[in-house]
């Protein structure tokens, strides 16, 4: 076995590798880019090296300089995660050049799966069924648009070269073909440099299966059954499981047959997988091959009590693989969900920002390998800690959360929990859409296929709600409480003072006091408290209830609201109160009266960028005289533009970046005196 092995990746993949490999004494080196400097996967590897600057490019995308990083650490191997290099095949064989082992299939097994063309001219020839289309070489418009009228409408254009869901075109009829054939080849082109096109037939509410195969180098090839990633929105997957509910013995080791004959018709070494599209009868076609480990990888090795790392490591130490076909058993059910840092309400666009504060579900940790045959019930694969950047040089994922369950109603039992129990407060993201999107009806029935969030969108995207009066009571008790002890800090010695006790104690009259806030979407509470000896009148939306406070251990709340009690947790951020009761997650800010008041004197400085980006346009210039509002620096990121105005009439007395550069969260751009 290999004694030190370098993780050519970032991320919670990285971080994966990491722990399998120091299961196994194998040390690790890491490689990281500028903006991972503090990243976790740099934390948890025995040794780091720089590579270069943020983007990619520079840096997770430079195989000479990963592997050069690898011959001067002594490290034997390379894992490439899976992104990045992991398809590459020059990179494959330019590691054997150095004489490293690349910890994937051989190149020449890449390039055959590489493009989706011939991967399926290839598949045609080992008899793996195919979706009906045309994926030969002819690219003449005319001559494709007759290749679709004969397979017959709708159809989908596929770029040959894509991947992750880009560069595919449904056409619906005759009359929109040349339209799509045209956008589809200059997304093509743009993205993958290569503008051929196959087209295949379209299928109605089709279910994405694939199954995951591994081959070592002494001959043999083993398929560790199916993971159903039907539920997808723009092709991409949400939501993984293992098994596919619904399959039968008979059709699973049909397409495990014919995910095997794929593999050894490339002679595939190591783990890949085989996708395939299935019609709701079961029949299936062979879609494409992934030549490396994917995302969904922990719903596999739940249900099979494997590590496919290890068995990676094995198989690339030349080690025969660990298991016989005969000797692999289905226990249980996993699911797998993609926490990732977007907002599923508009449109899944990317956040980013700082994890200020991260919740991760009670897992317990799941032990891989050892044949263990009772998994743990969650388990959390994440590449960042509380504290770390979601940038915008990578991929918003924040985390996996795999759950396991003695069956698939255990399983949904457990995800929907452990959802509840995440907490996320810096950025947007997905939680609550998942939470939704396990629990409705057609993902709980199982009635799968890829088209699923599009059809149950009125469900998944509900229009907003006003937030829970219980939601609202714990922000206010939260918000007295830390003014009670913020009082109580400062008054000190004279701690039986009545007046330093912010206890709303009042020698005449009893004291009302209105507290404001407002939630995400800009609708605004007052609830208004009266101070009782133990505890406040609540009066919100004309209706009145006593609340008290019932016990507090830091962050966690328990209340009584009228006759129930609300157990919640309050995590304050600045203005921001993120609420977390009943599985759900609230945001309200309070607009508190005193808190701006001094600011016109004080406030300048200098204005800093919200999250890090890149810096598209100036609008001020050194000098300059702006008002309040006046734009004065756009910055772009993760596709959107913010612009940073002037928070008052003043002078910009420094700009301290240009256009093109690329800022940090929290960095100064500007020096800004407010006007006298
Ligand atoms: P990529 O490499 O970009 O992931 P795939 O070929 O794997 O592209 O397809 C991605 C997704 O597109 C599938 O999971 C499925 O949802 C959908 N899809 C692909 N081919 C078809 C088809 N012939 N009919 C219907 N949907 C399809």
Not at 73 to 100: D, K, M, R
Not at 198 to 207: D, F, H, I, M
Request: with cysteine.
């Amino acid at each position: 076995m290999f004694k030190k092995i370098l993780i050519a990746n970032r991320g919670e993949i990285a971080c994966r590798v990491a722990a399998t490999a120091r299961r196994m004494g194998i040390r690790t080196v890491a490689v990281y880019s500028e903006a991972d400097a503090n990243a976790k996967h740099v934390a948890v590897c025995d040794e780091a090296v720089l590579l270069g600057e943020a983007p990619a490019k520079e840096s997770y995308l430079c195989g000479d300089k990963i592997i050069a990083v690898a011959l001067a650490t002594g490290a034997e191997a390379i894992h490439p995660g899976y992104g990045f290099l992991s398809e590459n095949a020059e990179f494959a064989e330019s590691c054997a050049e150095a004489g490293l082992v690349f910890i994937g299939p051989p190149a020449s097994a890449m390039r055959a799966m590489g493009s989706k063309s011939a991967a399926k001219s290839l598949m045609e020839k080992a008899s793996v069924p195919l979706v009906p289309g045309y994926h030969g070489d002819e690219q003449d418009p005319a001559f494709l648009q007759r290749q679709a009228d004969s397979i017959g409408y709708p159809v989908l254009l596929k770029a040959s070269a894509g991947g992750g869901g880009k560069g595919m075109r449904v056409v619906d009829n005759a009359d929109g073909f040349k339209e799509a054939l045209a956008s589809c080849k200059r997304e093509a082109i743009s993205s993958f440099g290569d503008d051929k096109v196959l087209v295949e037939k379209y299928l109605q509410r089709p279910r994405h299966i694939e199954i995951q195969v591994f081959a070592d180098t002494h001959g043999n090839c083993i398929y560790l059954f199916e993971r159903d990633c039907s539920v997808q929105r723009r092709h991409q997957k949400v939501l993984e499981e293992a098994p596919a509910p619904g399959m039968t013995e008979e059709r699973r080791a049909a397409m495990g047959d014919a995910a095997v004959a794929a593999a050894k018709a490339v002679g595939y070494v190591g783990a890949g997988t085989v996708e395939f599209i299935a019609n709701q009868d079961g029949s299936f076609y062979f879609m494409e091959m992934n030549t490396r480990l994917q995302v969904e990888h922990p719903v596999t090795e739940m249900i099979t009590g494997t590590d496919l790392v290890e068995w990676q490591l094995r198989v690339a130490a030349g080690e025969p693989l660990p298991k016989r076909q005969d000797e692999l058993r289905i226990h249980g059910h996993a699911i797998e969900a993609r926490i990732y840092a977007e907002n599923p309400d508009k449109g899944f666009l990317p956040s980013i920002g700082t994890l200020r504060h991260l919740e991760t579900p009670a897992a317990v940790n799941f032990e891989l390998g050892g044949n263990s045959l009772q998994p743990a019930a969650v388990r959390v694969d994440s590449g960042v800690r509380e504290g770390d950047a979601i940038s915008p040089y990578y991929d918003p994922m924040i985390a996996k959360l795999i759950v396991w369950g003695v069956d698939r109603k255990q399983a949904l039992a457990r995800m929907a929990q452990a959802l509840a129990q995440y907490q996320i407060v810096g950025l947007a993201a997905n939680i609550a859409f998942l939470k939704r999107l396990v629990e409705c009806e057609a993902f709980a029935g199982a009635n799968l296929d890829t088209g699923l969030i599009e059809r149950h969108k009125d469900t998944l995207f509900p229009p907003a709600r006003s937030v829970p009066v219980a939601a609202l009571a714990l922000a206010c008790v939260a918000l007295l409480e830390q003014e009670k002890d913020q009082a109580s800090k400062h008054s000190g010695a004279n701690g039986g003072d009545p007046w330093g006790q912010a206890l709303g104690w009042r020698m005449n009259a009893q004291f009302i006091r209105t507290l404001p806030f407002s939630d995400e979407h800009g609708k605004e509470y007052e609830p208004c408290f009266k101070y009782l000896p133990h505890g406040w009148e609540l009066t919100i939306k004309g209706i009145d209830v006593d609340v008290s406070l019932m016990t507090r251990g830091g962050v966690e709340l328990s209340i009584k609201l009228g006759d129930t009690s609300v157990q919640g947790c309050v995590r304050r951020d600045g203005d921001a109160f993120h609420v977390f009761v009943g599985g759900g997650h609230h945001t309200l800010h309070y607009n508190d009266p005193l808190a701006h008041a001094g600011e016109a004197e004080s406030e300048g400085g200098r204005l800093t960028a919200p999250m890090p980006g890149k810096v598209v346009a100036v609008l001020a210039a050194q000098g300059q005289d702006v008002k309040k509002g006046d734009p004065l620096v756009i910055m772009e990121a993760m596709k959107m533009e913010h612009t940073i105005a002037a928070p008052h009439d003043g002078t910009v007395d420094e700009v301290l970046y240009a256009v093109g550069d690329q800022v940090t969260d929290g960095a100064p751009l500007l020096a800004f005196r407010a006007a006298a």
